[in-house]
């Protein structure tokens, strides 16, 4: 319970010098001065340079990821009991091959992945990763391979992601199989037209094609190629398969 004697006196309403600023006023503690206030967290960010509008999408293939991890495995328990129970040069020669072996498995299986957001297509092939901004990509085609085409001429392989013909053989039946039933069907009950059926690759290029349409003129998708290569992959590589040749000229 507050005590009545001790009740801080009123303000003085006589307008004195004495009495204390108003907030907001010019110079008071309520509102800084605008040459010597900090940036506003607005401001600082928007003084940054903008970020992508949504994550890379990533394209790889479930396929080479199964077969890479199978050949990792088998790779794996040969060379481990080699390097064990193996005698004389055996545990050296399964570890030199495991060296040159498991790098080329991962380059091959594991590691080929294409990277696409607003900005840039991103190639990890096994030994190089190329790096185009859209406004250099001129074409994406597709054939026994699909490849990527520069504005310089120059053609770089999609590793991951390769060409079935066996699922485009199986998309073609479903196509005329469903053209055959819309041709069948009766008008009053006609299925409404859900587009092509393709492959999966050939969907996966058809979305890259549009980001090229879309993205391609954006000041922010110029820019030069880039191509830097794998060493990570390709010096254990060189590495095993020197070790492995003298081993072997060893005898």
Do not use: C
């Amino acid at each position: 319970m507050t005590n009545p004697d001790h009740q801080p006196p009123p303000p003085d309403s006589s307008g004195s010098s004495d009495s204390p600023e108003t907030p907001g006023t010019s110079g008071s503690p309520g509102t800084p001065d605008s040459q010597g206030a900090p940036d506003s967290p607005g401001s600082s960010e928007a003084s940054r340079p903008s970020s992508p509008e949504y994550k890379d999408r990533i394209y790889r293939s479930p396929a080479s990821i199964a077969g890479g991890v199978l050949l990792l495995a088998i790779a794996g328990w040969l060379g481990i009991d080699a390097l064990i129970v193996g005698e004389g040069r055996t545990p050296w020669l399964a570890l030199a091959g495991l060296i040159f072996f498991v790098p080329l498995v991962v380059a091959f299986t594991l590691r080929p992945a294409v990277f696409a957001n607003e900005e840039r297509l991103r190639i990890r092939n096994p030994f190089r990763v190329i790096v185009l901004p859209w406004g250099t990509v001129e074409t994406l085609r597709s054939g026994y391979s699909n490849e990527v085409l520069d504005k310089s001429g120059t053609k770089y392989q999609l590793w991951a992601i390769p060409v079935s013909l066996r699922a485009r053989k199986k998309a073609a039946r479903q196509q005329a199989r469903a053209d055959k039933e819309v041709g069948a069907a009766r008008p009053s009950r006609m299925p409404e037209p859900t587009g092509p059926v393709r492959a999966q690759a050939d969907q996966i290029m058809d979305e890259l094609r549009e980001l090229v349409a879309a993205r391609g003129p954006d000041k922010r998708a110029q820019g030069e190629p880039s191509v830097r290569w794998a060493y990570e992959i390709v010096a254990p590589a060189l590495a095993g398969a020197v070790l492995l040749a003298i081993l072997l000229a060893m005898g």
